[in-house]
């Protein structure tokens, strides 16, 4: 069982590490007036939080005078290489991508490097020895996120508590980075274990079809902690369907904080949300701006988020922009 939550989590403060190399783009700014044209290879359309993201971009592109080339790389990484090679054809001036895995584009970004024209990483980041193919990276500390989902399940967890983890899609960053700051807290309290753990690849029916299963294989379920709320909100379906009430009878804690998330946070069937910014996209425009013109820029950029309770889901519903 679960104790009353009795205190507020902290936000996370933006931070900027070590300035990264100095030096412009070599492609094309443009026909017309020097207009910086960029390249976005976007993951999909896979979640609320995605959608959001996408919209940021592209709103804040057209508010930036950048002209936005977009592709939709539906959870393919051939198709965000492809994407990307594309964009090297076209000779943009800056290209943006948040990688669906971590691993597997030194090839290509190799390719942009020598093409001169920078890269920076959004929302994800890549596993690769070569920090100076990509500019610097924009996006959220998915570790901390592990980490305060798992504070908080210690600071209310009451004797032994068995945990099934929705996992995002595998060999993406948050999905790596969520588990291994989650297990970091968890790993004060031996009282919780983790029964059961799969990918629900981040959507919303990938979390009801794993929470079904894990349902049927799982004789005690106490909590769900689910990667990102889409999965979540899976969760809380098949959880009703099998008789049992999402936020009592289990506890449901995910990562996100997205309209559809924070309004089963305020009815009490989410327990705790880690916020994920997902309006990276002003952000990302003036990053543009200064790498194109060959201005240093931090090697990480952290976004500024936070944590919510019930009250304070239904006190932040009414202003919340996505």
Known sequence: MLKKITTVASVVLLSALTACGSGGGGGDTGSSGGTITMGFAQVGAESGWRTANTKSIQDEAKTAGIELKFSDAQQKQENQIKAIRSYIQQKVSVIAFSPVVETGWDTVLLEAKRANIPVILTDRSIDS?????????????????????????????????????????????????????????????PDIKVVASQSGDFTRSGGKQVMEAFLKSQPKIDVVYAHNDDMGLGAIEAIKAAGKVPGKDIKIITVDAVKDGMQALANGEINFIVECNPLLGKQLMDLAKKVVAGEQVPERVVTVEGTFTQEQAKAALPQRQY
Do not use: H, M
Request: glycine share 12%.
């Open 129 to 189: 020895d070569d920090t100076s193919l990509y500019k610097t990276f924009l996006g959220s500390d998915f570790v901390e996120e592990g980490r305060k989902a798992g504070d908080w399940l210690v600071a209310n967890a009451s004797g032994p508590t068995s945990v099934v983890e929705l996992q995002g899609t595998t060999g993406a960053a948050p999905a790596i980075d969520r588990k291994t700051g989650f297990e970091e807290k968890i790993a004060a309290k």
